[in-house]
């Protein structure tokens, strides 16, 4: 649904000189009807399209002059006129391109006499010597040669003259840009007028021919020539000049080639001239004198790779390549060029020469194909799929195809598609399927894993070659496959492209071998049941870019097949709704809809009518349980693919009814999707009626007869009308006291877009609906209360609204103006940081008003200082901005002066910065360029500049010394004083406020007392106490200094920043308009400067930065020299300051160089990123020769601020690919620091090693440390940064040439961790091939050394490492090899280390190789029988004759590898009998079976035991299986008892053991629970049989808590059944002793996890002793009550509450629905009670499980069915709605109506004792700076309120209260009475405008007076019906 505008061209209007004029004037007649006359009239036109039309008309009239009329002076005057016209006009504008097609087409001789004129007007042109004119005349003569014929002409004529002026104009621009060095805005003009030059110079050569045919003009005599040659000279000179733009050398290289093309002879020589050129092997003799000495810098000199670049991009681009028109040279150099690109391939660092290599790359290949057309069979050998060149192109492909760069990668993919044509253009009729080069390549890339992103495009590509049959044919799943991989973004579009490709070839091959009711049917099968089964089975989070990106383009390609899938979803969607975290048919059938009616698939009248999907399902569907299913339901009432569908009354309610439930979403992404969705209805609603008032407007008389259409229209007007009416109401009401912030943030947002879309632009009669109707003084104040929010994007939504209604809003009480602005005066000196937010928003909002004025006028400080008068010429805001900021100043100012006294007292009462952020916000809104009051506004920056460094100089002490964090100049003891002073004594040089000479001791009883200055008093000096606001006695902690320090440097910073960003420059001190002079600018500069290098406090430093970007940006765009330098000076300064290690410098080494590295970005950030970046080059340059000092410096403090801010440069996405190129050295700097003596440096180089790693490899996203999503291949890696080839190579060969000669064990090196964690991130790709020089291969036996490490850590890591350097049909060999070398037990002298590092990377190797996706071949078997031959050679290793535990342990690892894999694959063979045979006597004769006779604190002594205890239970598993059990396999044969092992292992002295057995027995149970088995094939059952007995008594005895906990989680998984009969015999309790037992542990145990099991292991045993067992257990019940209801605190842990609620879901049909009060009444509300509380949880999970309940209730056959929502899976606050209602129905089923509406009543009263709470609140805000309120963001109290009150009304009719009864509602009626007096008092006391300063308090009392007023309308309804019944009780 896009609206397009017609976009309005303008036309500049050409104006006629007076000579002309004059003479055109001589010309015209009277009657105003000749040449001359309309000529006179089309110029004195103002308006351009006016002139188009008339010079149209005048030019018709011109061709159809007879040929006498041609030759008089009208016609010359007017042809003259036209040529001064055309080459007066612009380029660009329209009126030019007119008149050139007009005049094309003139008779023969008319065209004469204007070639002519023209010739005349181009000869004036040519004259012009200005340098600054060059360009126009440029333009001009380019215009004249494109497609227009007279121009072309005029040229011909002055060919030498243009020559000449083109030559000279080279020469002169480029002598002007030497002249401009280091003035990057005057080059880079001067760099365009340079190419616009050499374009123009190419299209004469290109577009004016006929004067280059024949050879007269190559005599070295004549002029033309001499022209030419001095142009080629020129082109060379700038290819070769690298301090030229890039753009510039590579079009003089075209210009070069084009040349030489034209002027060389004989032209059969040329490609081998440019071939030899290119291969740099020119040879003189062959080559003309005149080239030679024209172009000799190319034929003598080493030419640069870009040089190369370019050059061949021109051979590329100006040679002819079609019909081979060059014969077997051309053939040649073809291949030459795809030599030299490819080869530079590898050398080009630059971005932009790697997107230019990679584009002309992708040029050759389209010049390869033209060749081919007609080439020797020679070429076609050497360029088909087998050659060696496109072998390297493939390697290309490979290396580049997920390039950083977009256009790279895009390049990368256009390249593969025409290797894959170029070779089907060499091998013309063979068959697709046999060509062994495809098939080799299909195989290639289906073996990539899938989140390589290059290979989804070349698979696309190769589908559209190979077909997409022969792809399926190797594997039927892959578009299951792609559809997985379609839940990460970063995929979702490759993969979604891919699909799409497939499914239409596979569409287009079907429909041209079967019928359609044969293949629809296929096709279905192969695209959409597996889409259908994602959507309906899989995390809707997962499947959003499904939906996005997949579905739309399958209905695009196939839109019969939305009947296919809604038939096929309609089946399942009553049954299958989903959950929290699945969409169920019922959402998929949403998705699919939505999808279909956005794009005009579907109608909403056709899904309703159609019986597609009922009322009752979208409902489901928009209040469901998971996000996506809610989205996708609005999103089938909002999308549409016409923006003008009139809204049906259906989705109008449904629209309403979403709005109700869904407003307080906790998930970002959902509200904006909300609004975003919203707001598309209501542009549909504006434009739909729209269309209706036209429709009325233009009825004809015979339409105006038809009523009842006429009706319609208005009463779809009224509907609209009336809906939107609705929805403001609705949104108003979600603004209440306490709602929050998802609620007002949906609320405001939605707000904002009905303001803006209904409001009137001018022009418009009718509009629909006005938001501003709505709005009264009441919701003014509502959205004036948003302020307060502690959340800033609330209050950013509220203002923005404010302001579009701004004109409706009445605040012209004064008295109200007057509170307001007290209230944000005050808020601007609170001591809570984010009340200066709100002051600031609330002030801006009160400048609109007119009144403001005169309430600032007021005020003796503003009237004193400043004179304002009200009728001034200013606007009202610019006055009311000016008299705000003054008042803010002028009490700051005396704050200020204050803090100069003691800062103390500033941070404990009016901390400045709340002031400094208001006078930033008042000064953002003003559109500071269009100010009156210029005079006012220069003294006001003055003040505020002055201001600012003022203030700064009072809190900089802190956030620049040492430590600011801790720094308060007070304490409470002599100790810590002690300490402070020497605090105080390091910061003194930098201090000047008195305050720090010395440290102050405060003791306890005698604190510093003071008042906030006031501003009727003078300052007083400080005495000896401190007093706040209220003028108590308060501590002043270290946070409020700090805070108040930082936070006022910061917004320091931001004022500065503003200052120098927004207002005009004063350059001139005369200048009027200026408000800001140089120097001012200047002393910020260095006032940044100063900061930034100075500041020890991240928050004062980085908002300093921030204002410093403000100024370089500003500096950047600055005309005035001298400031536009200044961020390059700086630069300087700063560098010469790092490299000169000057022991007084005052940079800070520490805290990772504090703000420098800020520093020098925000000076970098500044240089134009078109430039050639030179000051970041040179900054990196510098800073790379820091890092790695070449000689040993006396001082590292350089190299630590070189590192640091290295990090920072590598970290800003700002500096983009231009950073890329000195990545290689990074990683060098880092990995040689790291190997320094001083810890300093390699901390600093640890930093940037990480940093460096995150943007080679990408930010990690998941917890995966192997996922190979942030690795790439070692191809392309070292592709990339080539020079780290041969570094890592040579670092890894000298960590692991340094072996201790005693040891034979590697020494330990700095290095070898982070060499082997960047080797880690490399893998082998099955793509890589013989071409590559940079193999991986070399690097194995280092690795393979690493593995020697004395460090545990290093041989882990070096085994991890090994896999991905090892190809996957390598392993094998290498594995062998690696077990062949492991230890004899004959071996005198075994190295554990060194084994232990072999065993591990036999452990990783064998893992990889059994996880990766093989397909079961006899290389396998073959390879793994020879595998398991080595490992029982070995097996010794695992047995106790090997005395090292931790090389047991690695070797029991190994076999654990293989028995999980042989048991998952069910290998059977007389060769493995051997081999289980060996691992059960590993586990027989190991010391778990026989004895454990060591002690933990044996080195490996745990892991051992984990190890071998791994062992058992993995071959227990596989005895288990009964296909294993029941037959005569090995595993079998040679197992002892598995229930006995299992209870032995079971009974292990060691938890390690218990825990690990445990957790498989777990797991079992889970497994014969899961309905996953069938009851045939429950495996685990014969393990585990008898266990009930062990179990039992080890609960009873177990003291590890992990294992306690394992242990209760098995009994509650347990049938309880066959646990209770045991309980008396094992552990003497009887079912009742065992259920207390349970309860005792859920409040005994102070693990979270054990009272969760043990608390849902209680309410299993209740709720089977209830239905089985027919003794009494009232205590136990109510015990079992206490303890559910506790456990739903909202104090309680989130665990905790979670199994609360799911055991509220077990119990409910029993206890909370049945018809039988089992519980009795109040406990069975205390359990309602619950459930209330825990839907309105923060944790969403918590919330889903209680709303579970609701769907459980509704499932019972005693609930009614009235509501459409049975059955059903709905969100939280849906969920309480139906809660209520169930409750009230169960009520009235239980007939105790009158016992239970005095509980509900309490409810909606609450239980808060209000006076307690509000002191407990002010006493919290007092302690804490950060204390936003409420910890609950979900809750909302009175929505709840509403809703309970809402079914209690419907109750009450149904009820009869008896006598009891009525006293309990009277006793009810005082305690509500008591509180609303108590309430009404509290209002009172508030001071005013309470909603902001006491905003906690005031939020507390409105809710509890809303709740009052309800319970008393209530109780006012029951007293009536108790009236009522007893004058009627027989009614």
Same mark, same amino acid.
């Given at each position: ?36 006359? =309309? ?155 340079? @190419? ?114 370019? =050059? ?143 290979? $989804?495009?070349? =698979? ?426 003054? $008042? ?463 460090? $545990? ?55 990889? $190789? ?205 049938? @309880? ?268 006391? @508030? ?30 309804? @029951? ?13």
């Amino acid at each position: 649904m896009v609206v397009k505008k017609n976009k309005e061209i303008q036309v500049d209007a050409f104006v006629l000189k007076r000579q002309e004029l004059e003479t055109l004037q001589s010309f015209a007649d009277d009657e105003e009807q000749n040449l001359a006359s =309309l000529l006179l009239h089309c110029v004195q036109l103002s308006h351009g399209i006016q002139q188009i039309h008339s010079i149209q008309q005048i030019v018709s009239l011109l061709k159809k002059m007879d040929r006498n009329s041609a030759c008089s002076p009208m016609i010359k005057c007017c042809l003259d006129i036209f040529g001064v016209m055309y080459f007066s006009l612009g380029a660009k504008n329209p009126l030019k391109k007119v008149l050139a097609s007009s005049l094309n087409d003139l008779p023969e001789q008319l065209m004469t006499e204007a070639v002519h004129s023209f010739v005349c007007c181009l000869k004036e042109e040519l004259k012009t010597t200005d340098l600054h004119l060059y360009r126009k005349v440029m333009d001009n003569l380019a215009s004249c040669m494109e497609n227009f014929s007279l121009g072309k002409r005029s040229i011909n004529n002055l060919l030498k003259e243009v020559f000449q002026f083109l030559q000279k104009s080279l020469l002169e621009i480029q002598e002007e840009n030497r002249k401009f060095n280091g003035n990057s805005i005057a080059q880079t003009r001067l760099m365009h007028d340079l @190419l616009m030059a050499i374009k123009v110079s190419m299209m004469l050569v290109q577009k004016v021919q006929e004067n280059f045919q024949g050879s007269l003009w190559k005599k070295p005599g004549s002029l033309l020539w001499q022209n030419m040659c001095g142009l080629l000279n020129s082109f060379t000179n700038f290819l070769m000049d690298e301090g030229l733009l890039p753009i510039v050398q590579t079009t003089s290289a075209l210009a070069v080639i084009l040349f030489t093309k034209t002027m060389f002879e004989p032209i059969e020589k040329l490609p081998c001239l440019v071939s030899d050129l290119l291969l740099c092997s020119v040879k003189h003799a062959s080559v003309p004198e005149w080239f030679v000495s024209i172009c000799g810098s190319l034929c003598t000199e080493e030419l640069s790779d870009s040089v190369l670049l370019f =050059l061949c991009h021109g051979a590329l681009a100006m040679l002819e390549w079609k019909n081979c028109s060059m014969g077997q040279n051309g053939e040649k150099l073809l291949l030459d060029i795809a030599l030299v690109l490819l080869s530079l391939a590898s050398q080009l660092k630059d971005s932009n020469m790697v997107v230019s290599l990679s584009r002309i790359l992708a040029i050759w290949t389209n010049s390869a194909l033209d060749v081919l057309e007609s080439s020797s069979q020679n070429l076609k050998c050497s360029l088909n799929g087998n050659s060696n060149t496109t072998g390297k192109l493939l390697e290309y492909v490979y290396t580049h195809w997920e390039h950083p760069l977009d256009a790279v990668r895009h390049q990368a993919k256009l390249i593969f598609k025409n290797i894959l044509r170029i070779h089907q253009a060499t091998v013309k009729g063979t068959v697709v399927k046999s060509d062994p080069f495809l098939s080799m390549l299909t195989e290639s890339l289906l073996s990539l894993e899938w989140h390589v992103k290059g290979k $989804y495009a070349s =698979l696309g590509c190769l589908v559209s070659c190979v077909g997409v049959e022969n792809i399926l044919t190797v594997d039927r799943t892959i578009p299951m496959q792609i559809l997985d991989v379609m839940g990460d973004q970063t995929l979702a579009p490759y993969a979604s492209d891919l699909l799409e490709t497939m499914f239409i070839n596979h569409k287009s091959h079907l429909t041209s071998t079967f019928q359609k009711s044969i293949w629809i049917n296929q096709w279905h099968d192969t695209w959409v049941s597996p889409l259908l089964l994602i959507l309906c089975e899989e995390n809707p989070d997962q499947t959003t870019y499904i939906t996005d990106y997949y579905l739309p383009k399958l209905l695009k390609c196939s839109p019969d097949s939305l009947s296919y899938m809604i038939k096929i979803l309609e089946a399942s969607a009553d049954a299958n709704i989903g959950s929290f975290n699945t969409r169920g048919a019922l959402g998929a059938l949403m998705a699919c809809l939505r999808t279909a009616r956005a794009h005009g698939l579907l109608q909403f009248t056709d899904i309703m009518r159609g019986g597609l999907l009922s009322i009752e399902c979208v409902k489901q569907g928009l209040v469901h349980q998971h996000n996506q299913v809610r989205i996708d339901a609005l999103g089938l009432l909002c999308e549409t693919h016409r923006s003008t569908e009139i809204l049906s009354m259906e989705e109008m309610q449904l629209i309403q009814f979403f709005i109700m439930y869904n407003l307080n979403s906790q998930t970002p992404a959902v509200r904006q999707q909300i609004c975003s969705l919203l707001k598309k209805l209501f542009c549909r609603i504006q434009e739909s009626s729209q269309v209706l008032y036209k429709l009325e407007q233009s009825k004809t008389k015979q339409e105006l007869i038809k009523e009842s259409a006429k009706w319609d229209h208005f009463a779809t007007l009224q509907q609209y009308k009336d809906f939107m009416s609705s929805v403001c109401d609705k949104l108003f009401e979600a603004l209440l006291p306490g709602s929050s912030h998802p609620t007002r943030f949906s609320a405001l947002t939605i707000l904002g877009s009905i303001a803006g879309i209904f409001s009137v632009p001018e022009g418009q009669a009718q509009a629909v609906f006005q938001l501003a109707q709505e709005i009264d003084r009441v919701r003014v104040q509502t959205l004036i209360q948003c302020f307060a929010s502690t959340f800033e994007e609330v209050q950013v939504l509220a203002f923005e609204l404010l302001m579009k209604l701004h004109d409706m809003l009445d605040l012209q009480d004064s008295e109200n103006l007057h509170l307001l602005f007290q209230a944000g005066m005050d808020l601007s000196t609170s001591i809570k940081p984010y009340d200066c937010v709100t002051a600031s928003y609330l002030l801006n909002f009160l400048i609109h008003h007119k009144g403001l004025l005169g309430v600032c006028l007021k005020n003796q400080l503003v009237t004193h200082t400043f004179q304002i008068v009200e009728d001034m010429s200013a606007s009202t805001m610019e006055k009311n901005t000016l008299a705000v900021i003054k $008042y803010l100043l002028a009490n700051l100012e005396r704050e200020i002066f204050q803090a100069e006294k003691s800062l103390l007292q500033a941070a404990a009462s009016f901390p400045m910065y709340g002031r400094v952020h208001c006078i930033t916000g008042a000064l953002r809104q003003l559109p500071l360029n269009n100010l009156t009051l210029k005079t006012e506004w220069r003294q006001m920056v003055a003040k505020l500049i002055l201001m600012s460094f003022r203030l700064s100089a009072v809190v900089s002490p802190i956030v620049q010394s040492s430590s600011p964090e801790g720094l308060i100049p007070m304490d409470t003891d002599s100790e810590t004083a002690g300490r402070l002073q020497m605090i105080l004594h390091e910061i003194q040089p930098r201090d000047t406020n008195d305050y720090f000479i010395q440290a102050k001791i405060l003791k306890e009883h005698h604190r510093v007392d003071f008042e906030k200055p006031t501003d009727d008093k003078p300052a007083e000096n400080v005495c000896t106490e401190i007093r706040g606001k209220e003028g108590q006695t308060c501590d002043v902690t270290a946070q409020m200094v700090l805070v108040c320090c930082w936070r006022s440097m910061k917004e320091i910073s931001l004022l500065l920043g503003i200052l120098c960003k927004l207002l005009p420059l004063q350059t001139v001190s005369e200048s009027s308009d200026g408000l800001i002079t140089v120097e001012q600018v200047k002393d910020v500069g260095h006032y940044f400067e100063h900061q930034l290098l100075q500041s020890r406090h991240r928050g004062a430093f980085e908002l300093a930065y921030t204002g410093l970007v403000m100024l370089t940006e500003t500096l950047s765009r600055c005309t005035n020299e001298s400031l536009r330098t200044l961020p390059q000076q700086w630069l300087y300064n700063v560098l010469e300051e790092i490299k000169s290690c000057d022991p007084s410098s005052k940079l800070c080494a520490t805290r990772r160089s504090a703000g420098i590295p800020f520093y020098i970005q925000a000076l970098l950030a500044s240089e134009s990123k078109k430039s050639k970046t030179d000051l970041l080059k040179m900054t990196m340059n510098e800073l790379l020769s820091l890092a790695v000092p070449v000689n040993e410096s006396p001082s590292i403090i350089p190299q630590v601020h070189a590192l640091n801010i290295l990090r920072a440069l590598f970290r800003d996405t700002r500096f983009g690919e231009n950073i890329i190129p000195y990545i290689a050295d990074g990683i060098q700097a880092a990995i040689l620091g790291f190997t320094s003596a001083v810890w300093t440096v390699r901390n600093s180089s640890t930093l940037l090693f990480s940093t460096l790693i995150t943007r080679i490899f990408g930010v990690k996203r998941g917890k995966d440390e192997n996922s190979k999503k942030n690795r790439m291949t070692g191809r392309e890696f070292f592709s990339r940064f080539p020079t780290l080839y041969p570094f890592l190579l040579q670092q890894l060969e000298v960590v692991t040439s340094t072996k201790n000669s005693e040891t034979g064990e590697l020494k330990l090196h700095p290095s070898l961790f982070l060499l082997l964690l960047i080797l880690g991130k490399l893998y082998p790709s099955p793509m890589d091939g013989a071409y590559s020089a940079l193999s991986m291969a070399p690097f194995v036996p280092f690795i393979m050394r690493c593995g020697h490490s004395p460090v $545990y850590r290093s041989r882990e890591m070096a085994g991890r490492t090994l896999v991905p350097f090892v190809m996957t049909n390598q392993i094998p060999t290498t594995v062998q090899s690696l077990l062949t070398g492991l230890p004899d037990c004959t071996n005198l002298c075994i190295r554990q280390n060194s084994t232990h590092g072999m065993l591990l990377q036999v452990f990783h190797l064998l893992g990889s $190789y059994l996880e990766s996706k093989h397909q079961i071949n006899s290389d396998l078997q073959q390879g793994l029988v020879d595998i398991i031959t080595c490992i029982k050679a070995k097996v010794w290793l695992a047995k106790r004759q090997n005395p090292c535990l931790v090389t047991r342990a690695a070797y029991l690892d190994v076999l654990l590898v293989l028995t999980n894999y042989l048991g998952k694959s069910r290998r059977k063979g007389i060769e493995l009998f051997g081999f289980w045979e060996e691992i059960s006597k590993v586990i027989s004769d190991s010391e778990l079976m026989t004895g454990i006779h060591y002690s933990s604190a044996v080195p490996g002594f745990t892991q051992y035991l984990q190890s071998i205890t791994k062992l058992a239970i993995s071959v227990l598993s596989v005895a288990a299986d009964p296909d294993i059990s029941n037959s005569s396999s090995p595993v079998a044969e040679q197992m002892m008892n598995p229930p006995l092992l299992v209870v032995h292992l079971l009974q292990s002295d060691f938890h390690e053991v218990r825990l690990l057995m445990l957790e498989a027995v777990l797991l079992w149970f889970k497994q014969i629970n899961s309905k996953q088995l069938t009851e045939e094939k429950r495996s685990p059952l014969s393990v585990l049989s008898g266990m009930e007995v062990t179990l039992l008594r080890m609960a009873v005895k177990e003291k590890h808590p992990e294992c306690f906990c394992k242990i209760l989680e098995i009994l509650h998984c347990m049938d @309880l059944r066959n646990v209770l009969p045991r309980t008396e015999h094992s552990i003497k309790m009887n079912p009742k002793d065992f259920l207390n037992w349970a309860m005792n542990i859920t409040n005994a145990s102070e693990s979270i996890e054990i009272q969760s099991v043990a608390l849902k292991l209680a309410s299993k045993l209740v709720i089977h002793l209830v239905q089985n067992c027919q003794e009494v257990m009232e205590s136990e019940m109510r015990r079992w009550v206490q303890l559910v209801t506790s456990c739903c605190g909202d104090e309680q842990e989130t665990d905790i509450r979670l199994a609360a609620a799911e055991v509220l879901r077990s119990v409910t049909p029993l206890f909370l629905t049945n018809q039988k009060l089992i519980l009795g009444l109040s406990s069975t509300l205390a359990m309602w009670k619950c459930v209330v509380l825990l839907l309105q949880s923060e944790e969403l999970i918590i919330r889903n499980t209680a709303a579970d309940v609701i769907r459980v209730a509704q499932s019972q056959s005693n609930i009614s069915k009235k509501t459409e929502f049975a059955f059903c899976v709905v969100n939280a606050s849906m969920a309480m709605d139906l809660a209520f209602g169930i409750l009230c129905e169960l009520l009235q089923q239980w007939n105790q109506t009158s016992a239970g509406i005095p509980v509900l009543l309490e409810w909606l009263l609450g239980e808060d004792d209000l006076k307690k709470d509000l002191e407990t609140t002010t006493l919290m805000e007092d302690d804490n700076l950060f204390n936003k309120g409420e910890v609950n963001f979900w809750a909302e109290t009175l929505t709840n309120v509403r809703q309970l009150s809402k079914h209690l009304l419907l109750l009450i009719p149904a009820t009869r209260l008896n006598a009891p009864d009525q006293g309990e509602l009277h006793r009810l009626a005082r305690i509500v009475s008591d509180q609303a007096q108590l309430v009404r008092q509290l209002l009172k006391e @508030l001071p005013p405008t309470p909603e902001f300063s006491k905003t906690v308090e005031f939020t507390r009392l409105t809710i509890q007076n809303e709740r009052i007023s309800t319970c008393l309308k209530i109780l006012t309804l @029951l007293d009536d019906d108790a009236c009522k019944n007893k004058k009627n009780p027989e009614k």
